[in-house]
Structures are given as structure tokens and as C-alpha cells.
């Protein structure tokens, strides 16, 4: 019996000897939910759907597919011109129109409204800032190449015929000249003319680049709202919440909310809805003969001159554009986002170094009698030039209290923001506004064939 209890004891110990190491030889216990081994991290896709004839606005697109034999996948996965697209964009800078004869081609009624212009032409009458437009869009297209949705569209590209510099032989008057499409400017507001806001589409802005110090304390129809929109960047700017990338942001937008309140306190600016003028690349204004704000100038489309003035800047690379109040004369159907004139049939004369001094609030007798006057010194016109009705009242200083009237006084009551639409628009944009175009019998001419149906237009965005 001793003996077979010595042997189950050391047959025991022999078997817990064996499991000791068996558990220190085995691998650990593999989980019943095993975690997954770390992969590489994907590359960002690109999500949606994408329309290429949106994305390539105007532009004809070739694509072919290329390839040649490699190496293994793995290798080639890492090479990075293993998978490449090359972006080549071809755009044919196009040539100047520099004859009375090739003016005439877009413009044909221009030669006959103007006879003076032949006898301004020279032989090489081609102005520098033509080059400097095109310079302008071909480095904007090499800036943007990798931003496809911000190329140039092909109307933009080819939205200029020509820039010519011209002199009167006998007057010595200088002009340019431009012929191109023309896009709408809504831009711009005035307290003291008119104390209701015309509206804001995209991109609008409460000031133009020509302006002059108020006149009243009447404030500007924007004010309210920009300070309101100052006030709420602030204050996120002061939350201990807002991070520090945010704040960098909100310092820049507060100081330009603070000059924007600034100079709508201070100035007031023209109208697009209301007051003719039309807008200049910035480069035009720091040529050697340079065109500054105010300069007089004509709209000449169809059979009809306009007169107008430089009232606002825009972009390099852009040109051809006037204001809302003109471009509804040529075309009742226009809007902010509609244009009234698509094809490069507009002819913009500007006569340089015209301006008044200071800048003032439009005075649209004045701007016919000015206009007039640089016609005749440049050979006169067969047309009488367009006059511009008065749709809003001059700028008076403020009111001052005014004894009280009596009971039965019947005097008519002041025009207010609230009075009927013939005191002031309806704060809505493109208010209804009595013109020829608007209201002219089926025979008109601009009723009939000189004004194209409205185009749909991407707004040129300006600097302010």
C-alpha cells in the first residue's frame, strides 16, 4: 500500500511539473473578438457627383485615357507618377479690333452715330491696357490651373474686342475706346438720396469706388446691418470657446467690418439701381494716361448713346459692365444675375482727365450737358444723346423742426421711406423704374431689335 501511494503522489507532482511548462511554452489565448491589425490610412476621395461640363465652364475638354506596362502593383503604388493627370489648357489670346471698319463689324450703327471716330483712328491706335487685360487673365488662368472651378469661363476669357486710344486731330480731345459685352453692377447706396435699401444679391456690396462725404445725417440704408454683423463677430471673437484658428479669422473679418462701418458713416456712394455709370479694370486707373473716378463717358449700343460716368473699379482680368440703371434702359429684363447684353457689341467711350472736382452726388443735367459737350469735340453725334430721368430726389440738408401746423392744415405730407413707390423705390431689388425700355410701344427700337432677351450672368466680383 506505501508503495502505491508513493507512486500516485509522484504521478501527480510529475503531471502539475508538466502542465507548468507546458503553459509557459504555449502562446497566449487568442480573444474570441480578435483586434484588427492597424492598416494604412486611405486618402481622402472625392465625394458626390461631379459635372464636368459645369466644371470646365466653356471650356472644350479633350481627355484620353494613357498607358504603359509597369511594375508589380505594390511597387507602382508607391511611385508617385505611377498615376498621373496633366492639365494642359490651350487659350487663343485673341487680336484687337484697330479699324472703323472692324469696329463697325460688332458695332454697325457706330460709324454713323459717331462719323468722328474714323478721323481719331491711327495707325496704330491699339492701347497698352489691351495686352495688360490679356496679361492679366492668362496669369490668373496659371494661378487658378489647379482650381478648376475658378478658371475663367470662356465669356470671360473673351469678353474684350478691343482698347483703342484715340485724339481728335482738330480738338485735341482724348478718348478710349472698348468694345465688349456688358455685365451689371448692383453695387452701391446713399442715405441722403435714398433711405431705403434697393436690396443685395450675391457678392453685393453698399459702396462704390466713386464716392463724396454725406451730406445729412440721414444714416446709410446698410449701416444697421453691418454694425449688427460686426457686434456678433465680436462677440464669438471673446468667447474663451472660439479657437485660436477662428480668432485669427474673426480679427481679420472685424477689421474689415470696422472700416466698412466706417465709411458708411462717413461717405455716400452712387446707386447702382439708380445712377448711370459704368465700371474699369484697376489697371486702367494706373496707366501712364490713367482713367479716374468720375470720368465722363458714353454707352453706345444699337442706334442709342448714353452718358454715363466711371463709377466703380473692378477686377484685372475683367472688363465690360454698367450699372443696373443702364443696363435695364437696354434691356428691361436685366438683373443683377442677368445681363442685358451677351455678345461683344458694346462700345464704352471714356474721356480721360474729365472728372469733376471734388466728387459730388450725381447730378444728371449736368452729366447731359458735360456729355454733350465732349461729343461735339469729337466730331458730334447724328443721334441726340439718351436722356436720364430723375427717380430719386437730390441730397438736402437735414430737415430742422418746422413750427407745428394747424388742424386743418391740408398740406401734403413730406416723402418718406415708407410714402408711395413715386417718392422712393420699394425695398426690393431692381425696382420698377419708368424708362423708355421698360414701357416702349411694340414699334420701339430698343423693344424690338436692339435689345437681345437678358442673359444669365455670373457676377464679375469687384474689389472693393
Known sequence: MLVIFAALFAAIVYRWVSLERLQRMAPPEISTTPTPEPTPTRPPVITGKL?????????TLHSTVETVPGADATT????PDSYTLDLRLQARVPSP???IEELAKVSPQLPTLLPGLASMISSDPVSPLYA???DAKIRMLRENLVRLDLLLSRHNFFDCQTVLQLQHPQSHRKALVLQADMDVDADGSDGDRMPVGTGAPANFKPFTSYRWPKKTSG?????AGTEDTLKRAEDEYALATTTPVRKRDLRNKIAELRAEVGTLKKYSFLIGATDPFIVVPGAFTHANEPVKLGDYALVVFGDSIYPAIVGDVGPNDKVGEASLRIAKQINALSTPYNRPVSDLKVTYIIFPGTADKPADSPDLDKLQ?????LVKEIGGATVPLHHWEKIIPSPTPSPTPSPSSSPNATASPAPSASGTPSAF???TFAFPISSPAATAP???THASTSSPAATRSPIKKRKP
Do not use: H, V
Request: charged share 20%; proline share 11%; hydrophobic share 25%.
Open 51 to 59: 459635372d464636368t461640363g459645369k466644371l470646365f465652364n466653356g471650356i
Open 76 to 79: 507602382e503604388r508607391n511611385q
Open 97 to 99: 479690333n484697330k479699324t
Open 132 to 134: 495688360q487685360l490679356y
Open 219 to 223: 444714416p446709410n440704408p446698410y449701416l
Open 369 to 373: 450737358a458735360r456729355c454733350e459737350a
Open 425 to 427: 423705390p420699394s425695398p
Open 442 to 444: 411694340a414699334n420701339s
